[in-house]
């Protein structure tokens, strides 16, 4: 290419570089912009990938069926079968006795209460509500299907770990001694478990030491506060502090060389605690749990009993090693083999938690529902939306059709404005102090909650309805006053109907801020513990954004799964808002 100058002597095929350069500039501002929503997708996907897994655990319910005799002189002694004298018997003991007769071997009372906790409270209730119902089976007995706990909930599904089945290869013996055993095998099957056990030292040895250097941080703190002690009665507080954190110290790191004395094998049997990982038998029809072993020999208590008195030879047997150890899991090692025994039994059952959708809330992880916070919600939007639309819908066309261009409609344009950058925690306080302490409105009443979230919402309706009022073409107007139509008829006729689709496009924005609102409502009592359902706007309720809130905080473990399917159902009812509010703007859509 031939370059030539300009009368200024600048080039004129320098013009190809800018082009490119250009160009370049382009497609990095793309590259940008391809980057950013990759990266927001990548968060949304991740967000709603992380819920929905953690609210897998809730879709599922477990349910443990048994035989239950409903004896006559316990349940209904005086032979009326009246519903009301069934409800009034012990079906809380009924249950008891249930579990007492299936595990005979489970004694003692820590024992037994732990078998005990593997039922769900409620499911004597729920038992007592299918025989009044029917007092016909009273007399019988049936299979029935009782609610598992949440813990023995949360066992079943995993979150606990599982057993792991480890390979033998020896013939077993074992010599019985009342409830405990010792387990001979001729292979060492036990030095696998061994080669585990003494790793877990390792780590709580390894434990100890970081403790100690934490210690020993300490041990320099008040070493220098000695040395700079001004006086002998400083100088002695600091030394006393100085004498116990050395004294820690030193312990914690005499405990971890003793751990690691034991991990590396100094002793040929080693004894296990509830700090490392459970080791179980599976044998002759029972379960054996190891207290101290060594590669070939073993040492157990037994939690569930034998076929025989002493069995030996035995070349079916089976290790089973748990991933928790059992002070780190909820679920104890007598609930474990009771569960064990009723999985294999058949009696354990998963289904689909219709119950979730159904119920209301309770402080027992597997009874609690979503059913009481989403009709709250749905009667607290629905005042909210009955207020906050027509009263904001009306603001918007007097200020932007009616109203006099002055100070006092500046001052009241300004103050709206104002009112959309409130904290909505603000809007709680008004509520509180005016509509319940003054107006005397039900507290934790959707009514009230309504009425604060429809104060919230109005500066957005107010807002979003007049850009969509100004929108409508002037000419709209003119013509309508041209043949003869007075100004509220052509704002009324022919302005709200071309405007309503930016109207509802604002509704939904300050509805959907209001679904998620919880401050305001904590503020006014609808954080309570709600049980029944809400029948109407002036009975008691909560809403599903301070359901999740509360479920949040409870230290159940059950309640994670609870309140990300919570959360989804709360997605779910913002979606069904939007959709509703969609099909009425395409409805009143106008084009021109």
């Excluded at 703190?221 to 004294?247: H, I, K, M, N």
């Excluded at 679920?331 to 119950?355: C, K």
Aim: aromatic letters at 8%; charged letters at 20%.
């Amino acid at each position: 290419m031939v370059e030539t100058t300009t009368g200024h002597g600048r080039l004129i095929g320098g013009g190809d570089a800018k082009l490119r350069k250009r160009r370049f500039a382009e497609m990095r501002l793309k590259a940008y912009g391809i980057s950013a929503i990759a990266v927001a997708g990548l968060a949304l996907f991740w967000l709603l990938g992380s819920v929905l897994w953690t609210a897998s655990g809730a879709i599922t319910e477990s349910y443990i069926t048994l035989p239950v005799t409903l004896e006559a002189d316990k349940i209904d002694p005086d032979g009326t079968r009246d519903p009301k004298t069934i409800l009034r018997a012990n079906f809380g003991g009924l249950t008891k006795d249930v579990l007492k007769e299936n595990f005979p071997f489970v004694t003692g009372r820590s024992a037994r209460r732990e078998l005990y906790d593997i039922v769900s409270g409620g499911a004597a209730f729920e038992l007592a509500a299918k025989v009044s119902s029917d007092p016909g089976l009273v007399g019988q007995t049936i299979d029935y299907r009782f609610l598992a706990s949440d813990v023995a909930d949360l066992y079943l599904k995993g979150d606990f770990g599982g057993l792991d089945r480890l390979a033998t290869n020896g013939t077993l013996a074992i010599e019985l001694d009342g409830d405990t055993a010792v387990l001979t095998s001729t292979a060492d099957d036990f030095a696998a478990v061994l080669v585990q056990v003494r790793a877990r030292l390792t780590q709580d040895a390894q434990r100890l030491r970081r403790q100690a250097a934490r210690q020993n941080n300490a041990v320099s703190v008040y070493g220098a506060r000695v040395a700079a002690a001004a006086d002998d009665e400083t100088r002695a507080g600091a030394q006393a502090q100085l004498d116990s954190a050395t004294a820690l110290r030193d312990g914690l790191l005499a405990d971890a060389e003793k751990l690691e004395a034991r991990a590396a094998g100094g002793a040929e049997t080693e004894g296990l605690d509830s700090d490392n990982r459970s080791v179980f038998v599976q044998a002759a029809g029972g379960w054996l749990k190891l207290t101290s072993l060594s590669a070939s020999r073993a040492e157990a208590d037994v939690l569930a009993p034998l076929d025989g008195s002493a069995p030996s030879g035995i070349t079916d047997w089976t290790l089973r090693l748990s991933d928790l150890p059992e002070a780190a899991r909820k679920v104890s090692d007598t609930q474990v083999v009771a569960l064990e025994v009723l999985r294999q039994a058949g009696a354990i059952e998963h289904v689909f938690n219709w119950r979730f959708f159904r119920s209301s809330d309770s402080r027992e992880p597997e009874l609690a529902g979503i059913w009481g916070a989403t009709v709250g919600s749905f009667w607290t939007m629905l005042v909210t939306f009955l207020l906050a639309f027509p009263i904001g819908v009306s603001a918007a066309i007097y200020l932007e059709e009616f109203a006099p261009r002055n100070r006092f409609t500046d001052l009241i344009e300004v103050n709206i404005n104002n009112l959309a950058a409130v904290p909505s925690i603000v809007f709680g306080l008004l509520g509180l102090s005016v509509f319940l302490g003054v107006f005397g409105v039900p507290r934790s009443a959707p009514l009230a909650g309504g009425i604060v979230l429809a104060l919230m919402t109005l500066p957005t309706i107010i807002i979003a309805a007049r850009a969509a009022i100004k929108a409508v073409p002037p000419s709209i107007r003119d013509a309508a006053l041209g043949v003869g139509a007075s100004k509220v008829q052509a704002s009324f006729h022919h302005v709200l109907p071309l405007a309503m689709p930016g109207i509802l496009t604002g509704t939904i924005i300050g509805m959907a801020q209001a679904l998620g609102e919880t401050a305001p409502l904590i503020m006014i009592g609808m954080v309570a513990f709600i049980v029944d359902i809400p029948g109407g706007i002036t009975d008691s309720a909560t809403v599903l954004p301070v359901q999740v809130f509360r479920w949040s905080d409870f230290p159940e473990r059950a309640f994670e799964a609870k309140t990300s399917a919570a959360i989804l159902v709360l997605l779910a009812f913002l979606v069904v808002m939007n959709a509703v509010a969609i099909v009425l703007r395409r409805r009143f859509e106008r084009r021109w």
